[in-house]
């Protein structure tokens, strides 16, 4: 074919997308491997990994194991870990009383990391599902999940993660008060630098499949969680609970889905310029995993775009199952 050229107007925005030199000169936005915070799954026993079928390429491990994973994910750049303990259904109760018990799994799990690498920022998960009989983040009194009672249990559940040396407490129940309760108590026994990130606009959401068979709490669930959780609906009110949190004390926000809540990430980011989180959950991740696996998508490319929009969102970080495997794509 033989060239033409019209009289366009001056602006032609391909001018700058002509060569990678000039794309990442005009680049807005950056994804790097110190935005990602490491969801990890924890059980009993010894030196061994289960495979969680609805999550492929993800294990539920062994404190031992998980020691090693850790000082992997710190040599690789990431900067936090987040854990989320299975129970044995034997071991679930009504009074979930094994959740602020000092050598429960998580307990033993973030003294272990931190003995060996503690450099790497630890993060733990306050809610009462992985303990509780009937699958709920609060107690059930009468058919009912009851606020206030919940919240003193979460409060002796992360004062027992901070003695045992967490850096982040990650209230992600939904109870109201809670964030204030928690800071006020951490404040009151010494637990000044330990901060929170409140899981402040969570949904009550489909995408959370996947980690309740990986924690063991899908079986147990009755009901949904809609009386704690928010209504996908809803926008306006993520921000009012945003607001309320950082002012009981929050020093970080988390947006809970991530890929379907983009919208909420932005406002967030937009209204209070605090640092910002977004978790791309199991579900998310399972979508994305049976895709990849089936060849559908194209492993890499989609694995980074799905966790750059998050940067694009305004999001400062993103809780993804994908960090190990992200980590060796931006790093190489
Ligand atoms: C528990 C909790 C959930 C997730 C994180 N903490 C599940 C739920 O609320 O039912 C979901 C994480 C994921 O789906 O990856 N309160």
């Not at 366009?8 to 005009?26: D, I, Q, S, W």
């Not at 969680?52 to 710190?74: K, N, Q």
């Not at 429960?104 to 003294?111: E, G, K, P, Q, T």
């Not at 009468?142 to 919940?150: A, Q, R």
Request: overall charge negative; some cysteine; charged content about 25%.
């Amino acid at each position: 074919m033989t060239r033409t050229t019209a009289p366009f107007p001056l602006t032609r925005l391909r001018r700058t997308r002509k060569m990678e030199a000039l794309r990442g000169l005009v680049r807005e936005n950056h994804l790097s491997v110190a935005d990602l915070i490491w969801p990890v799954f924890v059980r009993e026993g010894e030196d061994d990994a289960t495979p969680i079928p609805s999550m492929p390429g993800v294990e539920r491990l062994t404190i031992d194991r998980l020691v090693r994973a850790a000082v992997a994910a710190h040599e690789a750049g990431i900067p936090a870990i987040c854990l989320f303990p299975y129970i044995e259904p034997e071991l679930k109760t009504e009074d979930c009383a094994g959740a602020w018990d000092e050598d429960n799994l998580v307990n033993r799990a973030i003294r272990a990391i931190k003995a060996e690498v503690p450099e790497l920022a630890v993060m733990t998960d306050v809610a009462l599902d992985p303990y509780n009989i009937n699958g709920h983040d609060g107690y059930v009194v009468e058919g009912e999940i009851v606020n206030d009672m919940t919240v003193e249990a979460l409060v002796k559940m992360a004062l027992a993660q901070a003695r045992a040396g967490a850096d982040i407490i990650g209230p992600s129940d939904m109870m109201d008060g809670r964030i204030g309760m928690i800071r006020q108590v951490l404040e009151a026994e010494g637990f000044d630098k330990v901060s929170i990130m409140s899981y402040a606009a969570k949904y009550a959401s489909g995408f959370y499949g996947p980690f309740r068979d990986a924690v063991g709490a899908s079986g147990a669930l009755k009901g949904d969680k809609k009386t704690y959780q928010m209504d996908p609906a809803n926008g306006d009110e993520a921000l009012r609970l945003v607001e309320r949190d950082l002012h009981e004390g929050a020093d970080m926000v988390m947006v809970k889905p991530g890929m379907p809540y983009l919208d909420i990430c932005r406002r967030v980011q937009d209204r209070f310029g605090v640092p910002t989180f977004a978790y791309q959950v199991s579900g998310e991740y399972a979508m994305l995993a049976g895709a990849f696996e089936r060849g559908w998508l194209d492993r890499e490319k989609v694995m980074l775009e799905s966790l750059m929009c998050f940067k694009r969102a305004g999001c400062n970080g993103i809780l993804t199952y994908f960090a190990p495997e992200a980590a060796k794509l931006l790093r190489g």
